[in-house]
């Protein structure tokens, strides 16, 4: 089988998972469900049966493709998808013009040469996780504590004897529909042009979908934010449904990224901020990262270097300031950053969600804190991963931005879902 079909099977296990769970996910659309629910449980099944002792193989993933369709099965006969109007069908044109370009050239990135690609053809042929191959020093370049759900998702192609290079790239385009369908979904409550703003800015996101980024996980993290920070908006309004939405964003958040875990974190506790018992789901979410972390410190696996001493820190915040300076001169990194300072205040205006700014302040806070408590250069560090960072957010603060005051359900009218 190809790397379309490594990519085909897991968009086939989201459908089944969104058919069976769709009436507790009440306005959540198929174009958003389907991949957010087909990473999530891909990543879930690989993991857990890892974590058992099941070999991994393309045995295994048929398995996983037909526990899904049986889901899905069982939540046939619910409501009709709803009919995709003129404007969601432009903003998928839109979408889909990028997509095609991004499905066209296979990954190359360096991160993903020497991080992704290769810890997704290493646990494939390995079976699983290679922990002891994680573990070995000379392979921390690879960054082996880090969550694995993009290498996991690479990982099914690979199993089907797919190019893993080409499966970055179609997942890609995949999650470039994804997000524009996302952010499209998140700005539901505003006005026509606005909602198709919000979807570009998904599929177009230039730091995000940036050819030297290819391969890269940020796509997969900008996705699962959108739908985490978008249904805390909602479940703090009261939004019927937004609670296993939100959930499961936070739980694709913390099982993508380090970064992805500390918005993760920030998105449980803006829940439980604006939310009280009605969090509790979103916290559980955390609970799958918290295990990854946990099986990795068993085996010995080496993560960010940290250097905590008092002299140490005080000096690396003095120069945080001027580090900082440095790279924003720089202008398409300046533009980033004015352009998520902006959309962080212009959401806070629109919508008012302390829910929302918690989880960011949360995520700022921690970001900060890993940058000073690193031991890595830090000009050298800003130079080399901090647009990404900066970006992944960048997506769902800007639809949020531009929705409005509303969730876009009984409050706010019924939303035109792509």
Known sequence: MSA?????????????????ARRATAGLPWSVGVPLWGALGCTAWLGGAALVGVRWSAALVVAMAAAAAVAGAAGLGGPAPARPRLAAAGAAA?????ATILAASPASG??????????ARV???????????LAWPGHAFAHPD???????????AALLR?????????????????????????ARSAPLAPRLLAAAVGAWSPVVFAPVHSGYAEPLLAFAAVVAL????DLAIGEEGAAVPLAAGVALLALTKNEGIALAVGAAAGAALVAGRRAAPALAALAPAALWKAVVALHGIPGQSLDLTPATLGLRALQLPGALVRWASAPAMGVLAVALALAVAGMSRRIGSPGVLAALAVWLGATVAMYVGGTNDVSWWFATSLERVLAAPLPAVAALALSGTGGGGAKAGAPARP
Do not use: E
Request: net charge neutral.
């Open 230 to 233: 978008a249904s805390l908006r």
């Open 4 to 20: 379309l079909g490594g990519v085909a099977v897991v968009l086939l296990v989201g459908g089944g998972i969104h058919a069976w």
């Open 162 to 186: 797919g190019d893993v290079a080409v499966a970055a790239a179609l997942w890609q385009a995949a999650l470039a529909l994804a997000l524009a369908a996302a952010c499209w979904w998140a």
């Open 123 to 133: 646990i494939a042929a390995a079976g699983g996780f290679d922990w002891a191959w």
């Open 146 to 156: 880090y969550p694995p759900a993009w290498p996991a998702l690479l990982a099914v």
């Open 94 to 98: 839109v979408a889909a013009a990028h």
């Open 110 to 119: 360096w991160d993903f040469r020497y991080i992704w690609g290769l810890k």
